[in-house]
C-alpha cells in the first residue's frame, strides 16, 4: 500500500458520506515533497485557509500544518495530495454547523515529465471547454473539478503538454493544471482570477518573487489577441516549476531571457 | 449500520483514489422508495445515461437496475441515494479510458417536511448565490455542488422551505433542490436548463404528464419579471412530489388550481 493517511490515521478508505464525495464540499492542495520537507506549504495553507473562510469550513490549520510536515518527512521524496472535506454529512446539501473537517493525505511519486518541457518549452492545446464564471468559487482550489476533467479529455497526443483555457467570454485564464504568465515589453503579465480559475501557489510565489525583484507585474484580463502580441509566455504550478510556451495553434513564440531568469529562480526554491 | 452497498457489496467506506470524491467526477440520483420499489427509476436512470454519454462515463446500466431495484426492496421505504463515479484513478484530471465506475448505494429515512408544505405551500428564500453558466454541464444531476452547498447555507430560519436560484444574468433558474413552475394563463411555464440547472426527474415526469392530459407546457428563459406576473408558481423533486409557491420576498401568490391538479396527478404516482 502506497503511503496514505485519513484524519492522522494510516488508512486507504473514508466514508461513504462524507460530503466531498457528495457534492465536492472541500479543498486539495498537491505539494512538492523534497528530502523529507513539503515545499512552498505557506502557500498552501494560506490558499486553504482562504478556502475555508470563503465556504465556513473551520479548519485546524496548525493539526493540518503538521501533518503534512509529519507525512512528508516519511515520504522523502514525491508529490503528496492533501484533500480537505466538510467531513460527514446528513442528507442535504446544508453544511452542518459542527462538522468536522476531514484530512487526506495521499503520496505518489515525482511525475515524469520530459525533460524538454522545461528546456525547450511546450505546446498548449486550445481547449473547447470554457471556464464558467462563479466569482464565489475562483480563485479556490475546490473539489468541483468536472470542467478541467473535460477539458484534459479533449488532447491524448503527446505534443501537448498542457491546455489552455478560456472562460466563456473568451478571456485567457489558466491552463488545465497550471497558471499562464505572458511577458510584453519587460513586464509579467497574468490573468485576473477573480471569476474562474485557480490562484496557483507557484503563480503567487512568482508575483512575489517579481516584487521582490523590481520586476513589474499585473494582474488584468487577458485576450487571445493579448497572448498574440506577447514577448515570452510561459506556464507554471508548484510541482514542475516553469515551462516556457512555445507555441499554441497557430501562435509561436521564442524561449526569452525572462522566462529563463524566472526559472532560475524557481529552481532554487524546487531543487532543493 | 445503516444499508449501504458498495459495488454491490455491503459497505460503508470507499477507497481515497475515487475520482467523485478527487474532482466529484460522477453523478448521484435521490429515489423515493416505497414498497421496496424504486419510483421513477426509468427517468432516474435515463439521466444517468444522458450525464454518462456526455462525460464519457461507461456505465453499465442494466447492473446498475438491477442493484437499485434489489437494494430498494431490502430497504422496503425511505430515500435511496445513487452515486456513480468513475471509480479509482491516478493523479490527475485526465480521465482513464479503462476505468471502472463505481456504484454507492445509500439508503436514509423517508424526510420529515411539515405537512402544510404541501397544503397550504411553502415561501422561497431568494437566494445570493448565482448559478454560473456551464452549458457542457447544465442538466445533470453531477457531483460538483459547491452552488448548491453555498446557497443552501444562506437560510436557517424554518419560515423558507427552500431556495430560489438565479444565474448570473439573473434568470430565475430552479430551487437549491427542486425545480420550479410557473402557470400563467393556464400554461405550464418552467426555466430552460441549457445553461445550467439540474433537469429534475420530476420535472421531466410533469412535462410527460401536461403532454399526457393536454395542458400546453414550454421551456424557456424566465425573469423575475415572469414570477410577478404567474397566476401559479410551484417547486418540485421526486422525494416530495409538488410544494405550492406562496411567496418570495415581496411576491406572493394562491394556491391555484391547475397546481392542486398537478398534485394530485403526482400523488398517484408517488403514494403508492
Request: glycine share 14%; hydrophobic share 40%; proline share 3%.
Given at each position: 500500500?502506497?503511503?496514505?493517511?485519513?484524519d492522522g490515521v494510516a488508512a486507504d478508505s473514508l466514508s461513504v458520506?462524507?460530503?466531498?464525495?457528495?457534492?465536492?464540499?472541500?479543498?486539495?492542495?498537491?505539494?512538492?515533497?523534497?528530502?523529507?520537507?513539503?515545499?512552498?506549504?505557506?502557500?498552501?495553507?494560506?490558499?486553504?485557509?482562504?478556502?475555508?473562510?470563503?465556504?465556513?469550513?473551520?479548519?485546524?490549520l496548525p493539526l493540518i500544518e503538521r501533518e503534512c510536515r509529519s507525512f512528508a518527512s516519511q515520504m522523502g521524496q514525491g508529490v503528496m495530495k492533501l484533500i480537505v472535506t466538510r467531513g460527514d454529512g446528513l442528507r442535504g446539501y446544508a453544511p452542518g454547523h459542527d462538522a468536522q473537517p476531514r484530512r487526506i493525505l495521499q503520496a505518489s511519486p515525482l511525475p515524469a515529465y520530459p525533460q524538454g518541457n522545461a528546456e525547450q518549452g511546450v505546446r498548449l492545446y486550445a481547449c473547447q471547454t470554457r471556464l464558467a464564471e462563479q466569482p464565489l468559487l475562483a480563485g479556490l482550489k475546490h473539489l468541483n473539478r468536472l470542467e478541467q476533467v473535460i477539458a484534459r479529455g479533449e488532447w491524448q497526443d503527446s505534443d501537448h503538454a498542457e491546455g489552455l483555457m478560456r472562460d466563456t467570454c473568451g478571456r485567457v485564464i489558466?491552463?488545465?493544471?497550471s497558471n499562464l504568465f505572458l511577458i510584453k515589453?519587460?513586464?509579467?503579465?497574468?490573468?485576473?482570477?477573480?471569476?474562474c480559475g485557480v490562484a496557483g501557489v507557484m503563480r503567487a510565489e512568482l508575483l512575489a518573487l517579481a516584487e521582490q525583484t523590481s520586476i513589474p507585474a499585473r494582474e488584468l484580463d487577458l485576450q487571445m489577441s493579448d497572448l498574440q502580441k506577447?514577448?515570452?509566455?510561459?506556464?507554471?504550478?508548484?510541482?514542475?516549476?516553469?515551462?516556457?510556451?512555445?507555441?499554441?495553434?497557430?501562435?509561436?513564440w521564442p524561449v526569452g531571457p525572462l522566462t529563463r531568469k524566472l526559472q532560475s529562480l524557481v529552481r532554487g526554491l524546487l531543487d532543493i
Open positions: 500500500m502506497t503511503l496514505c493517511w485519513v458520506k462524507d460530503r466531498g464525495l457528495a457534492y465536492g464540499d472541500g479543498f486539495f492542495e498537491t505539494i512538492l515533497v523534497k528530502s523529507g520537507q513539503p515545499l512552498l506549504l505557506q502557500r498552501h495553507l494560506e490558499r486553504l485557509a482562504l478556502g475555508g473562510k470563503r465556504l465556513g469550513l473551520r479548519l485546524d489558466e491552463g488545465v493544471f515589453g519587460g513586464v509579467l503579465l497574468t490573468p485576473d482570477l477573480r471569476r506577447a514577448d515570452e509566455v510561459f506556464v507554471c504550478n508548484s510541482v514542475y516549476g516553469i515551462w516556457p510556451v512555445r507555441g499554441v495553434e497557430r501562435l509561436n
